[in-house]
């Protein structure tokens, strides 16, 4: 075993915080051996008498730590040292070190949340701040405290806040320091050119280091995109440079052959996602070239899909990358940005607790007894809105109930290693005979690059099951067992649906009934989901010809979100295969004057079949109708009598009571209606019987719809205009009154007309009218009107409306 890398000065102390307590946090920078040294140091404590898990990060980084752990002790990998990832695993009855994945620590202590013959949990590289990390911790830190007190926690990373984790820990953890290898490093700063593409400027930089520098050169890009674009560039610049790809999607040969020198001793190039910026040791490497961008995925809940976004990479993970260069000896890294700018880089990458899917989360913690989320211990609590998304997500999924509580199918899904959605798709498959076909469809969401590339998955799945290389069998294989798994989960035997199984469009909806689409235009590049997302797709897409589909992924904000994967389906095949899905809905909708009532044929906000409900419901329309009376009360109240009422100061029919009242006396004048236009004389007499028998009296008496003028004639009284109450009346209809006419207490404007109807004059005080402005009305009027009479004293004529030689003859 190698006694000289820097974390042998601090074991003891390490060793000796275990002794005493359950918990300790070890700061080691990279290069000083605490991935591979501290593991194995704890098999010789006394109380160490079960298993030591080790966590990583990454699947890379898992099988290399065991493999380089296992070689220290002479041993080959799945002796004392072994490893357990999603595609591989070396581990046997002898295994006492065993290093996983951070998702399937969480999955071993929801099963077993007691970590029965396990001794120890080693959180390694935890600044990354993974979710799966995040949760794993904190359930391990809740099983110490409810069930197992002497199971030790350690949390272990390069650069990290020691003290909060050292809190979360509890009060009495000790925070350990380790010194690294102090080799000396270079920073050169290559600078950034906006007229190159990134893959042209790493080129250029790594031909440069590759002429100007010695030893082997790592160079970081984002994606697998960037990289393969990179080889193709450096392979035309330097047609005999060994240049290795090292990502998630290599092959275990492929990826050990970037993290090994060369057996024959040859210069290598290798291009790694963020894969290689912690955990692993790549020999050989003194040159970091650094493109100084960094890609991750992100929850967008707008659009409810996860998409991987481009940032600048933090000034931590660019100092995690450079230092990969100075592991073994002196080094130099190149970074394809300016110093000046180096400080305006964020100092850390986000917690993916603040940007990631949730779901599978709420599940784990639903599954583990935990009705609120943040009643566990946190660094960064999850934010309540992606709680919110991540519940509506399991609901759909029939894995949590109305108030949250984890369902007896909840409990199959979460027992399946995948996110809700997949776990759904295969219970889903299981439960009609097609498991293994829905174990890949599932795998393949999550498998990027498997089967290729395109929109359509079914045509990727089919590719898939023809390659016969490593990787792809290694993916069936993994399918199959999760087939098998969920085969022993299903409800009911597989039947087969009498021979017929479920096509993959049905498969993958079951998993992702809010992701059913329904083209939206002709081209098809428009699409509504059953979530009510709107979504694109590239009109040249075979898929743009279909009726629906069922989205699998997309990448974009919210409305702008781009297809990237997704399955052709036949209505017909929704219709037979998930009819629960579908619901018959009564649907009232307002036209602007009149209820319309529907009955409709819905998949969530798609819209399947519309047509007249033959037997709506008689209540809702009537409440439709009341509520849209409602929006502007002024249309339908009869102004004229809530203004008599207002000017009698009768209490009842003010506009706020009678909107309040409406249910009691506007909605059984629309019984039977589909519309608000009511004859007025029926709404005054509803309204009026809304007043007791003294109301109307006093409404009568101090505010009467009509003025008799002492010729006889009726005229209604105006109690809505600024100048009310007033009545227009002929001036002739007035003739022998004397006195002013009055409203209650208060003068009637007499709005005087000519016997062509025409306004003469307004007035309050009829008498002084008489007496006063009448002369010169009548001069006027008696030259315009001549065959009607024009009095000198109007107060003391008859009344009438008849010409002159009429009211003669009619008085004999």
């Keep these: 075993m190698n006694n000289d890398l820097p974390i042998h000065a601090v074991l003891p102390e390490l060793l000796g915080a275990l002794r005493q307590g359950s918990g300790a946090v070890l700061v080691a920078p990279p290069g000083a051996g605490k991935t591979t040294a501290v593991a194995p140091a704890l098999l010789n404590e006394d109380w160490c008498t079960g298993t030591v898990i080790l966590t990583s990060p990454r699947r890379v980084a898992a099988r290399a730590a065991a493999e380089r752990m296992a070689e220290t002790l002479g041993e080959k990998p799945g002796e004392t040292i072994g490893y357990l990832t999603r595609l591989d695993s070396k581990r046997s009855a002898r295994t006492r070190v065993l290093v996983v994945t951070e998702a399937i620590f969480v999955n071993t202590i929801l099963s077993d949340p007691e970590l029965a013959g396990i001794s120890a949990v080693l959180f390694d590289e935890a600044h990354e701040r993974h979710l799966d990390s995040d949760l794993g911790l904190a359930l391990a830190l809740e099983s110490r405290a409810v069930l197992r007190d002497d199971l030790r926690v350690l949390v272990m990373s390069a650069t990290i806040d020691g003290a909060r984790f050292a809190q979360l820990l509890g009060a009495d953890t000790q925070v350990i320091e380790s010194a690294g290898r102090a080799h000396p490093l270079q920073i050169r700063w290559f600078g950034s050119s906006p007229q190159l593409a990134v893959e042209d400027a790493m080129a250029q930089a790594v031909a440069s280091a590759w002429r100007e520098e010695q030893g082997d050169i790592l160079a970081f890009l984002p994606g697998v995109r960037e990289i393969e674009r990179v080889r193709e560039r450096l392979e035309a610049r330097l047609p005999s440079v060994l240049v290795l790809p090292l990502h998630g999607q290599v092959d275990p040969a492929g990826q050990r052959a970037a993290i090994r020198r060369d057996a024959e001793g040859r210069r290598r190039i290798v291009l790694a996602t963020a894969i290689a910026e912690t955990s692993l040791t790549l020999d050989g490497v003194s040159v970091v070239v650094d493109a100084g961008l960094s890609r991750r995925a992100e929850f967008d809940r707008a659009a409810g899909t996860t998409h991987l976004v481009t940032h600048r990479a933090s000034q931590a993970a660019a100092a995690q990358r450079a230092g990969r260069a100075a592991r073994q000896g002196p080094g130099i890294a190149y970074r394809l940005w300016e110093e000046a700018g180096h400080g305006g880089r964020p100092p850390y990458d986000p ?42 997500t399991l609901v759909a999924l029939g894995a949590l109930d109305a108030d949250g509580r984890i369902t007896e199918r909840g409990s199959r899904l979460a027992q399946l290693p995948l996110d809700p959605q997949g776990a759904a798709t295969i219970l889903f498959g299981a439960e ?95 699409w509504i989901t059953a979530g009510g997302r709107g979504f694109v797709l590239d009109p040249a897409s075979p898929l743009a010809r279909g009726q629906f589909l069922v989205v699998g992924d997309a990448q974009g904000q919210a409305k702008g979100a781009r297809i990237t994967s997704a399955i052709a389906l036949e209505e017909a095949d929704l219709e037979r295969w998930l009819p629960d899905r579908i619901e018959r809905r009564h649907v009232l909708r307002w036209t602007g004057e009149r209820v319309e009532a529907l009955l409709e044929r819905r998949l969530g906000a798609i819209t399947l079949a519309r047509g007249p409900d033959p037997a709506p419901d008689g209540q809702a329309i009537v409440d439709m109708l009341v509520e849209k009376a409602l929006e502007n009360p002024a249309k339908i109240l009869p102004a004229e009598l809530l203004a008599r009422a ?100 208060t003068p009637l404007l007499l709005k005087l007309t000519s016997p062509a109807g025409r306004p003469i004059q307004s007035t309050r005080d009829l008498p002084n009218f008489w007496r006063g402005s009448w002369a010169d009305v009548r001069k006027d009027m008696k030259g315009r009107y001549p065959k009607h009479r024009w009095p000198e004293e109007p107060w003391a004529e008859k009344p009438s409306l008849k010409t002159k030689n009429a009211f003669s003859r009619s008085q004999g």
Excluded at 357 to 385: M, N, R, T, V
Excluded at 473 to 493: D, H, N, Y
Excluded at 679 to 684: A, D, M, N, Q, Y
Excluded at 692 to 707: K, M
Aim: negative net charge; glycine residues 12%; aromatic residues 4%.
């Design 432 to 526: 009609h005979g097609a498991e293994m076909q829905a174990a890949r469809i599932a795998l393949l969401l999550q498998e990027r690059g498997l089967g290729g590339q395109g929109e359509d998955l079914e045509a990727r799945l089919s590719r898939w099951n023809g390659d016969r290389s490593a990787r792809a069998e290694a993916s069936r294989k993994l399918a199959a067992r999760w087939a098998k798994q969920a085969r022993g989960l299903a409800q009911a035997p597989p039947d087969g649906e009498g021979g017929h199984s479920p096509p993959p469009s049905i498969l993958l909806a079951a998993g992702r009934p809010e992701f059913i689409a329904r083209r939206r235009d002709a081209s098809g590049e428009n």
């Design 351 to 392: 917690p993916e607790m603040l940007t990631a899917d949730l779901a599978p989360l709420i599940l784990a913690l639903a599954q583990w007894g935990s009705g609120d989320p943040l009643e566990l211990g946190w660094l960064d609590p999850p934010p309540a809105a992606s709680i919110g998304a991540a519940r509506q």
């Design 646 to 745: 207002g000017h009698a100061g009768v209490a009842g029919l003010e506009r706020d009571g009678l909107a309040e009242n409406a249910p009691l006396w506007l909605a059984p004048l629309l019984q039977g209606r589909r519309d608000l236009d009511l004859p007025r004389g029926r709404l005054v007499d509803a309204l009026l019987g809304q007043l007791d028998w003294d109301s109307r009296q006093r409404l009568d008496r101090l505010a009467p719809r009509e003025f008799t003028s002492p010729a006889g004639t009726t005229h209604r009284i105006d109690y809505t205009g600024d100048d009310a109450p007033s009545v227009e009346v002929r001036v002739q209809a007035l003739f022998g009154l004397e006195s002013q006419p009055m409203v209650g207490a």
